[in-house]
């Protein structure tokens, strides 16, 4: 077996500069997820952006199911969903919400790791 390893990227390689990210969950979840986001990143705690603000480029929904994942997705058709699930879901939970629309499914509740898939998300929304 083969293993690559690739250079450390720099922070200019890989930064987004500015990202409004849309947290849609139960007070206290996730409660330090600005810590492990890069710098000038903005999570809001709402199920909807306040009057006058810009759209979100991400929506991290808490444990939802389809319905909830598509009514975000059309809420807000130019952001990327990403669904949080219990490491504990199965599989057919994690088909149900991909289907549903979302972009991105993270089986984890450690926000570190929900972090790194936002990271993901806003990388490959500025290809």
């Known amino acids: 077996?083969?293993?690559?390893?690739?250079?450390?990227?720099?922070?200019?390689?890989?930064?987004?500069e500015h990202v409004d990210v849309l947290?849609?969950?139960?007070?206290?979840?996730?409660?330090?997820?600005?810590?492990?986001?890069?710098?000038?990143?903005?999570v809001t705690r709402r199920h909807e952006?306040?009057?006058?603000?810009?759209e979100p480029d991400i929506v991290?929904?808490?444990?939802?199911?389809?319905?909830?994942?598509?009514?975000?997705c059309l809420r807000h058709p130019a952001a990327s969903i990403v669904a949080v699930?219990?490491?504990?879901s199965d599989h057919q939970a994690v088909v149900d919400v991909l289907e549903a629309g979302a972009d991105a499914?993270?089986?984890?509740?450690?926000t570190?790791?929900?972090?790194?898939h936002l990271e993901a998300c806003a990388r490959r929304q500025a290809a």
Do not use: F, N, Q
């Open 60 to 72: 991290l929904l808490d444990d939802p199911g389809p319905r909830t994942v598509t009514a975000a």
């Open 23 to 42: 947290l849609i969950a139960p007070a206290g979840r996730h409660a330090d997820l600005e810590r492990h986001l890069p710098h000038g990143w903005v």
């Open 49 to 54: 952006p306040p009057a006058g603000c810009r």
């Open 112 to 116: 570190a790791v929900i972090a790194a």
């Open 85 to 88: 699930l219990s490491p504990y």
């Open 1 to 16: 077996m083969t293993i690559v390893t690739l250079p450390k990227r720099t922070p200019a390689a890989h930064a987004v």
């Open 105 to 110: 499914c993270v089986r984890s509740s450690t």
